[in-house]
């Protein structure tokens, strides 16, 4: 679900000690079984079109952009602010092809990624096919490993029922009930607040193999 950059907090001094720093300069491609989540390209603004523009996709997120111009715009953005450290936006691409079919992003929330909250969106011909699943994975194993997050949330309309059982099918716990936070076509509904915290994570990962390889480009 894309996010406003009005809402992005300004750049601030690079953390210490992460994974890999280089992220800032571009995205590492994350690759998972199908699925391989790669930073935007330009070229991708007519496909995200098609896949994130109808109604079925849109109808409990922020609304997306409308046409292609507006996707290149919003790609550019997602460069200058991976480039000042403050957000990673991957293209979700799916079966050996390289044509996004989807978007995840985490925004940092505290300085230095301390905290994050993650968004994505997909074009529903995916839903139920296990891309999210694997998806999500990849991008909370980069915000935890990566980023260093101790912490990471996101937030899903209640009457979203896909959106919520996606959320807990990765382990994030519903702390609360954020009421009349989310205007939507001039009405304003209740989100559910979700989190995953480090040490889960970490639980997580030593229970089971890492889903991917990290290929940096």
Not at 128 to 138: H, K
Request: glycine residues 10%; contains cysteine.
């Amino acid at each position: 679900m894309p996010h406003r950059p009005e809402l992005v907090p300004q750049p601030v001094a690079a953390p210490a000690e992460r994974e890999n720093s280089d992220w800032r300069r571009r995205l590492p491609v994350l690759s998972g079984q199908r699925v391989v989540l790669r930073e935007l390209r330009p070229a991708d603004a007519p496909s995200l079109l098609a896949w994130l523009a109808p109604e079925e996709v849109t109808r409990f997120i922020s609304p997306p952009p409308t046409t292609i111009e507006g996707f290149e715009h919003f790609i550019a953005w997602t460069h200058q602010r991976r480039s000042v450290g403050t957000h990673a936006c991957f293209a979700v691409t799916v079966d050996g092809s390289d044509t996004a079919v989807g978007i995840f992003q985490l925004r940092e929330t505290e300085p230095g990624f301390g905290a994050a909250e993650w968004g994505f969106a997909l074009g529903s011909a995916f839903w139920g096919t296990g891309v999210f699943e694997t998806g999500a994975e990849l991008v909370l194993d980069f915000g935890f490993g990566t980023l260093g997050a101790h912490r990471i949330e996101a937030r899903a309309v209640l009457d979203n029922g896909r959106g919520n059982g996606a959320l807990r099918k990765t382990g994030a716990v519903m702390e609360g009930v954020l009421r009349k936070s989310f205007l939507r076509n001039g009405e304003y509904l209740d989100q559910g607040l979700y989190a995953i915290v480090a040490d889960d994570w970490r639980a997580r990962r030593e229970a089971g193999p890492k889903p991917y390889r990290r290929d940096v480009h």
